[in-house]
Protein backbone atom coordinates (compact mmCIF):
# COMPACT_ATOMS: atom_id res chain seq x y z
CA UNK A 1 0.00 0.00 0.00
CA UNK A 2 1.83 3.68 -1.25
CA UNK A 3 1.52 6.52 1.76
CA UNK A 4 -0.27 9.19 0.57
CA UNK A 5 1.42 12.61 1.22
CA UNK A 6 -0.77 15.78 1.95
CA UNK A 7 1.31 18.56 0.05
CA UNK A 8 -0.71 21.96 0.36
CA UNK A 9 -1.74 23.71 -2.59
CA UNK A 10 -0.23 26.81 -2.20
CA UNK A 11 2.91 27.66 -0.30
CA UNK A 12 4.04 31.11 0.17
CA UNK A 13 7.58 32.60 -0.72
CA UNK A 14 10.55 32.00 1.70
CA UNK A 15 11.70 35.81 1.69
CA UNK A 16 14.35 36.50 -0.20
CA UNK A 17 16.24 38.58 1.86
CA UNK A 18 16.44 39.66 5.33
CA UNK A 19 13.81 42.04 6.67
CA UNK A 20 14.65 45.90 6.61
CA UNK A 21 15.32 46.58 10.26
CA UNK A 22 13.30 49.31 11.98
CA UNK A 23 16.12 51.63 13.69
CA UNK A 24 13.14 53.86 15.31
CA UNK A 25 9.75 53.28 16.64
CA UNK A 26 8.01 51.92 14.11
CA UNK A 27 4.41 53.49 15.27
CA UNK A 28 4.22 56.01 12.29
CA UNK A 29 4.77 53.39 9.84
CA UNK A 30 2.33 50.79 11.02
CA UNK A 31 -0.32 53.97 11.42
CA UNK A 32 0.22 55.12 8.34
CA UNK A 33 0.10 51.32 6.42
CA UNK A 34 -3.27 50.43 8.25
CA UNK A 35 -4.91 53.57 7.40
CA UNK A 36 -4.36 53.58 4.03
CA UNK A 37 -5.73 49.93 4.18
CA UNK A 38 -9.12 51.11 6.15
CA UNK A 39 -9.50 53.83 3.24
CA UNK A 40 -8.69 51.65 0.73
CA UNK A 41 -10.18 48.67 0.57
CA UNK A 42 -11.48 47.71 4.62
CA UNK A 43 -14.21 50.69 5.25
CA UNK A 44 -16.95 49.04 3.53
CA UNK A 45 -16.52 45.29 5.04
CA UNK A 46 -19.50 44.30 6.95
CA UNK A 47 -17.44 43.05 9.96
CA UNK A 48 -15.73 46.31 10.54
CA UNK A 49 -16.52 48.51 13.80
CA UNK A 50 -16.88 51.81 12.92
CA UNK A 51 -16.59 53.28 16.12
CA UNK A 52 -12.55 52.03 16.10
CA UNK A 53 -9.99 53.67 14.37
CA UNK A 54 -6.35 52.85 13.60
CA UNK A 55 -3.66 52.98 16.51
CA UNK A 56 -0.10 51.27 17.18
CA UNK A 57 0.24 51.09 20.90
CA UNK A 58 2.51 50.95 23.34
CA UNK A 59 5.85 50.23 21.16
CA UNK A 60 9.07 49.09 22.77
CA UNK A 61 12.24 47.14 21.93
CA UNK A 62 12.11 44.05 23.92
CA UNK A 63 15.50 41.59 23.12
CA UNK A 64 16.09 44.29 20.38
CA UNK A 65 12.65 43.88 18.68
CA UNK A 66 9.76 46.22 18.06
CA UNK A 67 7.03 44.73 20.22
CA UNK A 68 3.57 46.76 20.57
CA UNK A 69 -0.22 45.81 19.94
CA UNK A 70 -2.43 47.45 16.82
CA UNK A 71 -5.99 48.44 17.01
CA UNK A 72 -8.02 48.86 13.38
CA UNK A 73 -11.54 48.75 13.04
CA UNK A 74 -11.40 44.68 12.13
CA UNK A 75 -8.85 43.42 14.43
CA UNK A 76 -6.67 44.11 17.98
CA UNK A 77 -3.26 42.14 17.50
CA UNK A 78 -0.04 42.22 19.30
CA UNK A 79 2.91 42.43 16.54
CA UNK A 80 6.52 41.96 16.73
CA UNK A 81 8.91 43.93 14.04
CA UNK A 82 12.43 43.58 13.50
CA UNK A 83 14.61 45.79 15.02
CA UNK A 84 18.06 43.64 14.52
CA UNK A 85 17.45 41.75 18.04
CA UNK A 86 17.21 38.42 18.77
CA UNK A 87 13.06 37.47 18.57
CA UNK A 88 12.89 38.44 15.22
CA UNK A 89 13.26 35.32 12.37
CA UNK A 90 12.73 35.48 8.75
CA UNK A 91 9.40 33.51 7.56
CA UNK A 92 7.37 33.27 5.29
CA UNK A 93 3.83 34.71 5.35
CA UNK A 94 1.60 31.89 7.24
CA UNK A 95 4.46 30.32 8.93
CA UNK A 96 3.80 30.41 12.72
CA UNK A 97 6.66 30.52 15.05
CA UNK A 98 6.91 30.72 19.20
CA UNK A 99 8.12 33.94 20.75
CA UNK A 100 9.41 33.79 24.14
CA UNK A 101 7.89 36.95 26.34
CA UNK A 102 7.83 37.40 30.33
CA UNK A 103 4.64 36.20 30.40
CA UNK A 104 5.30 32.68 28.54
CA UNK A 105 5.57 31.61 24.66
CA UNK A 106 2.91 33.05 22.53
CA UNK A 107 2.57 31.83 18.99
CA UNK A 108 3.15 34.35 16.47
CA UNK A 109 1.86 34.00 12.39
CA UNK A 110 4.65 35.97 9.78
CA UNK A 111 3.10 38.18 7.34
CA UNK A 112 5.74 38.38 4.18
CA UNK A 113 4.73 40.85 1.44
CA UNK A 114 8.21 42.89 -0.22
CA UNK A 115 5.85 45.14 -2.41
CA UNK A 116 4.08 46.13 0.61
CA UNK A 117 4.42 49.35 2.55
CA UNK A 118 4.65 47.02 5.83
CA UNK A 119 7.01 44.16 4.19
CA UNK A 120 7.54 41.78 6.74
CA UNK A 121 5.48 41.69 10.41
CA UNK A 122 4.51 38.93 12.87
CA UNK A 123 1.30 38.71 14.73
CA UNK A 124 -0.42 37.12 17.38
CA UNK A 125 -4.15 37.90 17.23
CA UNK A 126 -6.12 38.99 20.09
CA UNK A 127 -9.69 39.62 19.26
CA UNK A 128 -11.02 39.76 15.28
CA UNK A 129 -13.74 40.80 14.85
CA UNK A 130 -13.56 43.97 17.65
CA UNK A 131 -17.11 44.14 18.06
CA UNK A 132 -17.34 43.98 21.39
CA UNK A 133 -15.57 47.05 21.73
CA UNK A 134 -18.08 50.38 21.87
CA UNK A 135 -15.48 52.89 21.93
CA UNK A 136 -11.83 53.38 20.68
CA UNK A 137 -10.72 54.18 24.36
CA UNK A 138 -12.53 50.90 25.29
CA UNK A 139 -10.28 49.13 22.92
CA UNK A 140 -6.77 51.35 23.67
CA UNK A 141 -7.40 49.62 27.31
CA UNK A 142 -7.17 46.37 25.86
CA UNK A 143 -4.57 46.65 23.99
CA UNK A 144 -2.60 47.81 27.18
CA UNK A 145 -3.73 45.46 29.26
CA UNK A 146 -2.39 43.11 26.53
CA UNK A 147 0.78 44.53 26.80
CA UNK A 148 0.79 44.77 30.31
CA UNK A 149 0.25 41.05 30.52
CA UNK A 150 2.75 40.46 27.94
CA UNK A 151 5.51 41.88 29.53
CA UNK A 152 4.79 40.43 33.52
CA UNK A 153 6.04 37.04 34.03
CA UNK A 154 3.01 35.50 35.81
CA UNK A 155 3.28 34.74 39.55
CA UNK A 156 3.52 30.76 39.53
CA UNK A 157 2.25 29.28 42.95
CA UNK A 158 3.87 25.85 44.13
CA UNK A 159 3.18 23.99 47.00
CA UNK A 160 6.21 23.81 49.48
CA UNK A 161 6.59 19.53 48.73
CA UNK A 162 6.88 20.60 44.86
CA UNK A 163 9.34 22.90 45.14
CA UNK A 164 11.45 20.74 47.73
CA UNK A 165 11.39 17.64 44.66
CA UNK A 166 12.61 20.72 42.38
CA UNK A 167 14.69 21.69 43.87
CA UNK A 168 16.07 18.08 44.77
CA UNK A 169 15.93 16.72 41.44
CA UNK A 170 16.80 20.30 39.08
CA UNK A 171 17.45 18.20 35.66
CA UNK A 172 13.58 16.76 35.69
CA UNK A 173 11.03 18.59 37.90
CA UNK A 174 7.94 17.24 38.21
CA UNK A 175 5.31 17.31 35.17
CA UNK A 176 3.19 19.49 37.41
CA UNK A 177 5.79 22.20 38.07
CA UNK A 178 6.22 22.21 34.69
CA UNK A 179 2.68 22.56 33.60
CA UNK A 180 2.45 25.56 36.41
CA UNK A 181 5.95 27.34 35.05
CA UNK A 182 4.37 27.86 31.38
CA UNK A 183 0.89 29.62 31.24
CA UNK A 184 -1.32 28.73 28.04
CA UNK A 185 -2.57 30.92 25.44
CA UNK A 186 -5.90 30.55 27.09
CA UNK A 187 -3.94 31.90 30.73
CA UNK A 188 -2.56 34.98 28.60
CA UNK A 189 -6.36 35.50 27.25
CA UNK A 190 -7.78 35.38 30.72
CA UNK A 191 -5.13 37.72 31.88
CA UNK A 192 -5.49 40.05 29.61
CA UNK A 193 -9.43 40.03 30.01
CA UNK A 194 -8.99 40.71 34.14
CA UNK A 195 -9.56 37.00 35.17
CA UNK A 196 -7.51 35.04 36.85
Known sequence: MSERVRKPLFT???PAEAATVYLDDPTAALEAHYRRVWETSMHDMPFVN?????????????????????????FLNLFVLPGGGTLWTDLASGDRVRIAFPVGELEFIADYDPGSSLPAFQYCPLFAPVSQFATQETAVAAAESALTALFTAPVVEVEAETVAVAEAQPESPPPEYERDAVPSRRAFF???AGQK
Open 50 to 74: PALAVAAIGFRQHAGDWVGAIVTPW
Open 190 to 192: RRV
Open 12 to 14: AAR
